[in-house]
């Protein structure tokens, strides 16, 4: 079955550390999107990709990073200067071009400061 | 620019009394509508879209939504709720205005079903 695959499902970083969640479709989708969500505040666009090597910044990009080197594949990198990170992180993808189809999320990473 | 905002942050009703969650838009062209549900700890998953056709657009589990130009609105709701319902819900807004862009999400409503 087709999806989007997020791993892992926590993560635990120490402070000053960089970490890298994963995020994986097989849907054939262009678009990719990553979201950060606190309690009470929803989902906070990151960053958003709508073709292989290149994306763009969302409403609260500073502090991470991403590529897009593949279709398939879109990873998060929380970097060391995030100075918050501990959140729920989804990802999701898009036809692009499509803004009435909606998207399609992974199950999630939970990122913990320890 | 387009925004969503969802009345009430918690909305807590008994088992099989009628769920009603708010959400109203803001948009300058004909906007493309969504409901979201997030169970603890998953993805979100879609419930339902209204895309310009039909202006009352059914989902999945019996919820249902209907758009309402006057009134700027697209409020989910479902005859009688069930404890598996208990979850956060997300209406969210996009139009071919923002082609290229990303879903605006309003902040959610959690949903708590008491029997």
């Known amino acids: 079955d087709g999806g989007i695959t997020q791993s892992p499902k926590y993560l635990f970083r120490k402070e000053g550390q960089n970490v890298t969640l994963s995020c994986e479709q097989n849907?054939?989708?262009?678009?990719m999107y990553w979201y950060r969500q606190d309690p009470g505040q929803g989902l906070r666009l990151i960053y958003y990709?709508?073709?292989?090597?290149?994306?763009q910044k969302g409403d609260i990009a500073e502090g991470y990073s991403v590529s897009r080197e593949k279709k398939e594949s879109f990873p998060l990198t929380v970097t060391s200067a995030q100075k918050n990170p501990t959140a729920f992180y989804l990802c999701?993808?898009?036809?692009?071009?499509?803004?009435?189809?909606?998207?399609?999320f992974g199950s999630g990473t939970r990122l913990t400061v320890v | 620019a387009q925004s969503v905002t969802q009345l009430g942050s918690h909305v807590s009703v008994s088992e099989g009394a009628l769920v009603l969650l708010r959400c109203n838009y803001s948009?300058?062209?004909?906007?493309?509508l969504f409901w979201y549900v997030q169970y603890p700890n998953q993805g979100l998953q879609l419930l339902l879209k209204?895309?310009?056709?039909?202006?009352l657009v059914k989902g999945i589990n019996g919820f249902e939504a209907e758009f309402k130009k006057s009134e700027t609105s697209f409020h989910l709701t479902k005859p009688s709720a069930h404890m598996s319902d208990a979850a956060e819900y997300f209406c969210?807004?996009?139009?071919?205005?923002?082609?290229?862009?990303?879903?605006?999400f309003g902040k959610g409503t959690t949903l708590s079903v008491s029997s």
């Open positions: 999701a993808s898009s036809i692009t071009g499509a803004e009435n189809y909606g998207y399609t």
């Open positions: 849907l054939n989708h262009d678009a």
């Open positions: 990709s709508q073709i292989v090597n290149d994306f």
């Open positions: 948009s300058s062209v004909p906007p493309y």
């Open positions: 209204y895309t310009s056709a039909a202006t």
């Open positions: 969210a807004v996009s139009s071919l205005e923002q082609a290229g862009t990303a879903l605006i």
